[in-house]
């Protein structure tokens, strides 16, 4: 009895004690949903920990309001996919859990259990991942789906780019905090303090309002005269590996992190690009037919065997009378006419007609298809352009509708 009465008092305090070490508090209410201090709590360690921010309480006070607005809209896209009927596999959370692993350089399928002993529940990302998940095919079948470029956009942006070829394009990273979330500024001047160019792309993941991804820099090209022109400015004066001051736009706040940048070539209307690959002959006497329809014959042997750029460029260091390699992109109006008319139509890979000139012999080879009009080589890309402008305004729109719509309660932080 005793016995019971010691072990009753022990678990009295036991319990009064990891009550008041871990109290739960509600700060935020979304429709019939709470979100937690302890939820809020994680997901500030969670931000710090990929950004590799310093857990200390300065940085997280400042980044709480932002932390908690991600956890709202988190919660709210949620519900969104709930309502709709729409939902993610765990192969799908699975594959996304490997792909940021890998950006991260940590051993596969190790995450959630290194989350673990940092004292970060598994529920923290994974709920992050799904919500991800979740919006992505929400926008798909809301909005992506339904985005439309009309001609007369791609042709006026094209013709933008011709006049404006030659200029600088810039490979570019960037963070955007629309202005229709209050506190924009506060909230990009916070995440601005905190940046540098090692956690920049992890800062944008977590707080970017931003919908298009900017986890392959390879795809971030960017001409120069499609960029808002305080941007413009902006980014002409970074270094490569520079961030930004935060820009302020008509859309909102962006900093922007450069991560390359290139001069482009001068463009022109209807060109007509030859990738071209060449063999040549040299003859010993310019009026020696014998040697001339040796070479003639031989080359006519060769379009049997030879097959693609790659072969003629082996043939050519095999043998010590051929000369040549590639020639590169070549516009057909730097192009001789007898060589054009041998190359107009030929298969690409397959040796041409032989072309006698006052060099020698040539066989030419086409190493890729015919570039026929500039316009519409450029076209996918121009349209790509305008797409990723269309939808991430559709985007934040539909967010901003979600949470019209939603009975949000949030107390004090």
Request: hydrophobic share 35%; charged share 25%; aromatic share 6%.
């Given at each position: 009895?005793?016995?019971?009465?010691?072990?009753?008092?022990?678990?009295?305090?036991?319990?009064?004690?990891?009550?008041?070490?871990?109290?739960?508090?509600?700060?935020?209410?979304?429709?019939?949903?709470?979100?937690?201090?302890?939820?809020?709590?994680?997901?500030?360690?969670?931000?710090?920990?990929?950004?590799?921010?310093?857990?200390?309480?300065?940085?997280?006070?400042?980044?709480?309001?932002?932390?908690?607005?991600?956890?709202?809209?988190?919660?709210?896209?949620?519900?969104?996919?709930?309502?709709?009927?729409?939902?993610?596999?765990?192969?799908?959370?699975?594959?996304?859990?490997?792909?940021?692993?890998?950006?991260?350089?940590?051993?596969?399928?190790?995450?959630?259990?290194?989350?673990?002993?940092?004292?970060?529940?598994?529920?923290?990302?994974?709920?992050?991942?799904?919500?991800?998940?979740?919006?992505?095919?929400?926008?798909?079948?809301?909005?992506?789906?339904?985005?439309?470029?009309?001609?007369?956009?791609?042709?006026?942006?094209?013709?933008?780019?011709?006049?404006?070829?030659?200029?600088?394009?810039?490979?570019?990273?960037?963070?955007?905090?629309?202005?229709?979330?209050?506190?924009?500024?506060?909230?990009?001047?916070?995440?601005?303090?905190?940046?540098?160019?090692?956690?920049?792309?992890?800062?944008?993941?977590?707080?970017?309002?931003?919908?298009?991804?900017?986890?392959?820099?390879?795809?971030?090209?960017?001409?120069?005269?499609?960029?808002?022109?305080?941007?413009?400015?902006?980014?002409?004066?970074?270094?490569?590996?520079?961030?930004?001051?935060?820009?302020?736009?008509?859309?909102?706040?962006?900093?922007?992190?450069?991560?390359?940048?290139?001069?482009?070539?001068?463009?022109?209307?209807?060109?007509?690009?030859?990738?071209?690959?060449?063999?040549?002959?040299?003859?010993?006497?310019?009026?020696?037919?014998?040697?001339?329809?040796?070479?003639?014959?031989?080359?006519?042997?060769?379009?049997?065997?030879?097959?693609?750029?790659?072969?003629?460029?082996?043939?050519?260091?095999?043998?010590?009378?051929?000369?040549?390699?590639?020639?590169?992109?070549?516009?057909?109006?730097?192009?001789?006419?007898?060589f054009l008319s041998v190359i107009?139509?030929?298969?690409?890979?397959?040796?041409?007609?032989?072309?006698?000139?006052?060099?020698?012999?040539?066989?030419?080879?086409?190493?890729?298809?015919?570039?026929?009009?500039?316009?519409?080589?450029?076209?996918?890309?121009?349209?790509?352009?305008?797409?990723?402008?269309?939808?991430?305004?559709?985007?934040?729109?539909?967010?901003?509708r979600i949470r019209r719509k939603?009975?949000?309660?949030?107390?004090?932080?």
């Amino acid at each position: 009895m005793i016995k019971s009465n010691i072990f009753s008092v022990l678990l009295f305090f036991f319990i009064t004690f990891y009550t008041k070490s871990y109290e739960v508090t509600i700060i935020a209410k979304v429709n019939n949903e709470i979100i937690t201090n302890l939820d809020l709590e994680n997901r500030l360690k969670m931000a710090l920990d990929l950004s590799k921010l310093p857990n200390e309480e300065e940085i997280k006070n400042k980044l709480k309001p932002r932390v908690l607005d991600g956890l709202i809209n988190e919660t709210l896209k949620i519900q969104e996919a709930n309502r709709l009927g729409v939902f993610v596999t765990n192969q799908e959370v699975t594959e996304q859990i490997n792909r940021l692993e890998r950006r991260l350089g940590i051993e596969q399928n190790t995450l959630l259990s290194s989350y673990k002993q940092k004292d970060i529940p598994s529920i923290t990302i994974l709920n992050q991942i799904r919500s991800q998940l979740l919006w992505e095919k929400l926008l798909y079948n809301i909005v992506i789906s339904k985005v439309r470029v009309s001609e007369k956009q791609i042709s006026d942006t094209f013709d933008l780019l011709v006049s404006k070829s030659g200029e600088i394009e810039y490979n570019i990273s960037e963070i955007f905090i629309s202005l229709d979330n209050v506190e924009a500024e506060q909230r990009i001047n916070s995440i601005y303090s905190k940046l540098n160019s090692k956690n920049f792309l992890l800062l944008a993941e977590q707080f970017s309002d931003g919908i298009a991804s900017n986890s392959n820099p390879r795809n971030n090209w960017t001409r120069q005269s499609l960029l808002d022109q305080d941007i413009q400015s902006s980014v002409s004066n970074l270094d490569i590996g520079e961030i930004s001051r935060p820009i302020k736009t008509s859309a909102g706040y962006y900093i922007i992190l450069l991560n390359d940048k290139r001069k482009t070539k001068k463009i022109k209307k209807e060109q007509t690009i030859y990738e071209l690959s060449q063999i040549l002959f040299k003859l010993n006497d310019p009026k020696n037919t014998k040697q001339e329809n040796y070479y003639k014959n031989f080359l006519s042997s060769l379009k049997n065997t030879i097959k693609g750029c790659a072969d003629l460029k082996m043939l050519i260091d095999e043998i010590p009378e051929g000369y040549g390699g590639e020639l590169g992109k070549v516009d057909s109006k730097n192009i001789e006419s007898q060589f054009l008319s041998v190359i107009q139509g030929l298969p690409v890979g397959e040796l041409s007609e032989a072309v006698v000139t006052k060099d020698g012999v040539h066989g030419l080879m086409l190493c890729s298809p015919v570039i026929n009009n500039t316009y519409e080589q450029l076209k996918k890309s121009v349209e790509n352009n305008l797409r990723k402008q269309k939808i991430d305004s559709a985007a934040q729109s539909l967010l901003n509708r979600i949470r019209r719509k939603a009975l949000i309660e949030i107390n004090i932080l």
